[in-house]
């Protein structure tokens, strides 16, 4: 498993960094695509391209968290 390190910069209100060629390589990701920024649950993100299918299942995901937020929490007691 390779380390790969990209910089941050300021551009106007936001922190932006350019992602290493071998990662927008392995996502398949070109210049302009979208991305979607999942958090992971452990305080870090998961970083995949942007598709219809992904924006659905994040938001049926949300959906179902939200209708049973109560009985996660009681399990999670």
Not at 10 to 34: F, M, N, Y
Request: glycine share 6%; aromatic share 6%; no cysteine.
């Amino acid at each position: 498993m390779a380390i790969l390190v990209s910089k941050t910069r300021a551009q106007g209100a936001s922190v932006v960094t350019t992602l290493p060629a071998e990662v927008a390589r392995r996502l398949s990701i070109s210049a302009g695509q979208e991305l979607e920024w999942i958090e992971d649950g452990m305080g870090g993100f998961r970083v995949v391209p942007h598709t219809p299918e992904t924006a659905e299942a994040l938001a049926v995901h949300e959906q179902i968290m939200a209708e049973y937020d109560a009985v996660f929490r009681a399990l999670a007691k």
